[in-house]
């Protein structure tokens, strides 16, 4: 099974930046799609920013503009640049990635990410 490790995550202030980085412990089998979702206290996990195997993006209404998704080559990386942070964008932020021939989800465990001054 592929494995997700999030890193990246911390303590900024408003306006500030961080960039979030997500490794696979193999490279990925009939990759589709990694993303980046969140989930504050309280509330729904929630689609960040996508991108496929064809380098196609999307984001979230509340991130765009502001934050930009990107992976490596190899398909077992992937990046979420976050500027202009708000406090609302305090959450605990889960990779996922989308492979296989039977398409699964594999997620991972986590990394917080605190906005405030």
């Known amino acids: 099974q592929v494995q997700l490790v999030e890193s990246g995550g911390g303590l900024v202030q408003p306006g500030g930046s961080l960039r979030l980085s997500c490794a696979a412990s193999?490279?990925?089998?009939?990759?589709?799609?990694m993303g980046w979702y969140r989930q504050a206290p309280g509330k729904q996990r929630e689609l960040v920013a996508t991108?496929?195997?064809?380098?196609?993006?999307n984001y979230a209404d509340s991130v765009k503009g502001r934050f930009t998704i990107s992976r490596d080559n190899a398909e077992n990386t992937v990046y979420l640049q976050m500027n202009s942070l708000k406090p609302e964008d305090t959450a605990v932020y889960y990779c996922?990635?989308?492979?296989?021939?039977?398409?699964?989800?594999?997620w991972g465990q986590g990394t917080q990410v605190t906005v405030s001054a």
């Open positions: 996922n990635a989308k492979a296989g021939l039977v398409m699964i989800d594999f």
């Open positions: 193999r490279r990925l089998s009939r990759f589709y799609a």
């Open positions: 991108i496929t195997s064809g380098d196609s993006t």
